[in-house]
């Protein structure tokens, strides 16, 4: 079996090429934000709700490295217990949203059936709800909390991955190697699932990554204004609204800390993802 | 599934008779709006059904977070008319946004049409302002990076990428935090009074809102102008002796503004959604602030009708910029037929 649509990325580029000097930077920077918050049990200093009130709005010492909040709790375990309710959300919303998104694109973009005419109507009217505005309406419906804004999120998410990835199977169905096995008389599911969609893994994946950090910034958003992350849960959107009163008492570090986490993986996430999207997707436009 | 099946070219619509520009330009126009009345119709059905998803008595789900009397629950069933079938209830919700008529706002007592006429100017100078912010800023940015290779346009590039990743919530504090705390220059809170004032209050957080949007247009701009600028006719208008800014406005800018108004339908829904988060947080007196505190006091006939209100403007703006799209590129209303 000689007739194997390899995948483009592994074929012609090597991993040293993958990204540029900024973009493995970014790289680093995320696996350590993301490392810091997976083990965040093992590494935090303190408990993240521990409240000190002999050590309020303390500036960054030898006991607390970047100091503490309003209530004297230690700002650097709080920013890594953080993370890890921050970075779960978009991590479930891109998962679910990717996975869906590339079976309906598949299945839409291949044939041309009155369900993928239902489906793309359905697309265009989710078009219609910004992603926010979506879990919003969510959020007034299921309640306060993570769910009902990563279910929202994932539903808004869903569209533009099917576009894609139906963007990709029209263009990659004209391909020879498809028509090949059409020839040699392969089943449609296992030429669509096994042969089509490893080639269109990186691209989609690479638009995934830019996602991420949109839902990210979302969802912290919301926990900002009140609405996801509940206080005392340790969130950087959360601790961000935690930290206006004292910001206006001239208190910068408990607000800017996480803001600028948030800013540094967004900024991060979006520079791997563009550099990715440029250099695997490059193709479609 | 047989192999010919697969094998067929996706099919394409059989071109049309020749018809003048101007008819097509009608044809498109009709098209655009009735895709604006089915989409508003269907995003209408979601809006209302969407309680539907919760089982469990409605009057209750209405009424959550307070605890209500017998007659509240029957007076609840009464003005919702939640004992008559959903498609009944569906149908005296529209007819009533048709009218004017958006129910009753638990929380204020009042009409909503009333909470939300008395909200929606400071969302409106919100947005437009940072729509100004936006156009000037953006426009500028992108074409100052366009003209001016190396220094100024890797400046330009690296600075709009860093902002266009700030979220506007994060924009929000670090600005109060710099302009308002540190300096004292903007206030931080609170809509102010008319004219002048109003707009003081409204600079920090227009800018806050429009920063993503900024970056964002400042981006498009700069990429689309590149692409002009290698263009013949470009090259030709120049060695013709036309004065730079003549060539740079009249023939770069004008062909460059198809992919900027593109973006501007979705930098306008964008604009909205944001201003929940930034009336929020500078304590605006707008539909935004409105939509964050009434989920937050369970008050599901305004959300109902804020949503409703976003997702109008938002289908709106998209089809306005469809319009306005062939008067600017007279190709495209030609080209419906063709393609």
């Known amino acids: 079996m000689t007739l194997t649509g390899t995948i483009p990325l592994l074929r012609t580029r090597s991993y040293g090429s993958l990204l540029s000097g900024t973009g493995w930077f970014a790289a680093v920077v995320t696996l350590v934000v993301v490392l810091l918050s997976v083990l965040a049990p093992v590494l935090a ?5 521990f409240v000190d009130l002999s050590s309020v709005l303390g500036g960054p010492s030898g006991a607390h490295w970047l100091g503490t909040d309003a209530l004297g709790r230690d700002l650097f375990s709080r920013l890594m217990y953080g993370g890890r309710t921050s970075l ?8 679910a949203s990717t996975v869906l998104g590339m079976l309906l694109g598949l299945a839409t973009g291949w044939t041309d059936g009155w369900m993928s005419r239902i489906l793309n109507r359905i697309f265009d009217l989710l078009f219609a709800f ?4 979506l879990s919003m309406l969510a959020i007034a419906i299921f309640g306060k909390g993570l769910m009902a804004p990563i279910l929202a999120m994932t539903i808004s998410y869903v569209p533009y991955v099917a576009r894609l990835t139906q963007q990709l199977v029209v263009a990659e169905r004209a391909r020879p190697y498809v028509q090949a096995y059409r020839v040699l008389g392969f089943r449609t599911p296992w030429v669509v699932l096994g042969r089509v969609m490893p080639n269109l893994v990186p691209t989609i994946g690479a638009q995934s990554t830019l996602n991420f950090g949109y839902v990210l910034a979302d969802l912290a958003a919301l926990s900002f204004i009140g609405l996801g992350i509940q206080p005392p849960t340790s969130d950087w959107g959360a601790m961000i609204e935690e930290a206006r009163g004292a910001l206006l008492g001239g208190h910068v570090l408990p607000g800017l800390l996480p803001a600028l986490v948030v800013v540094l993986i967004v900024v991060s ?6 550099e990715l999207s440029d250099r695997i997707g490059g193709k479609l436009s | 599934m047989a192999v010919t099946e697969l094998a067929a070219p996706p099919a394409r619509p059989t071109p049309g008779r020749k018809k003048s520009p101007a008819t097509s330009l009608i044809v498109l126009a009709l098209r655009k709006v009735g895709t604006l009345l089915i989409t508003l119709f269907f995003a209408s059905l979601v809006v209302f059904f969407s309680r539907f998803v919760l089982p469990g008595d409605p009057a209750r789900f209405l009424l959550r977070g307070r605890s209500p009397k017998p007659e509240a629950l029957v007076e609840i069933t009464k003005q919702f008319g939640l004992d008559k079938p959903p498609i009944e209830q569906y149908l005296t919700w529209v007819g009533g946004i048709l009218h004017g008529d958006w129910g009753r706002s638990l929380t204020y007592r009042q009409s909503v049409s009333d909470v939300l006429l008395n909200r929606l100017p400071v969302t409106l100078e919100l947005a437009a302002l940072a729509a100004v912010f936006i156009t000037v800023l953006g426009l500028a940015a992108g074409i100052l990076a366009s003209l001016n290779k190396g220094g100024w346009d890797r400046f330009i590039l690296i600075t709009v990428t860093a902002a266009g990743a700030i979220p ?3 924009a929000a504090i670090a600005l109060t935090a710099l302009f308002a705390v540190q300096l004292g220059w903007f206030p931080s809170f609170g809509s102010g009074d008319e004219g002048l004032g109003r707009l003081w209050h409204l600079t920090l957080p227009a800018l806050a809102l429009g920063l993503t949007f900024i970056a964002f247009m400042a981006r498009v701009t700069r990429s689309s102008m590149n692409e002009q600028l290698t263009r013949e006719h470009v090259e030709v208008a120049t060695s013709r002796g ?28 964008g604009l909205l959604v944001s201003s929940a988060i930034v009336e929020q947080t500078f304590g605006l007196t707008g539909i935004g602030q409105l939509l964050v505190q009434s989920i937050d006091r369970l008050d599901f006939a305004v959300v109902q009708a804020i949503v409703m209100i976003v ?17 600017i590129d007279p190709r495209i209303a030609a080209g419906t037929e063709s393609r």
Not at chain 1, 269 to 274: A, H, T, Y
Not at chain 2, 243 to 256: E, G, T
Not at chain 2, 312 to 326: K, R
Request: net charge neutral.
């Open chain 1, 269 to 274: 996430i979006n520079v791997i993802g563009e």
């Open chain 1, 45 to 49: 200093p303190y408990d993240p709700d």
């Open chain 1, 88 to 95: 779960m959300g978009p991590l479930i919303v891109v998962a």
């Open chain 2, 168 to 170: 506007p919530f994060v």
């Open chain 2, 311 to 327: 997702v109008t403007a938002f289908v709106l703006a998209n089809t306005i910029v469809d319009l306005i799209q062939p008067l």
């Open chain 2, 242 to 269: 036309l004065k730079r800014s003549s060539v740079v406005f009249r023939h770069v800018l004008r062909n460059a503004l198809g992919p900027i108004l593109t973006v501007s339908g979705v930098l306008i829904a």
């Open chain 1, 130 to 133: 910004p992603a926010l505005l």
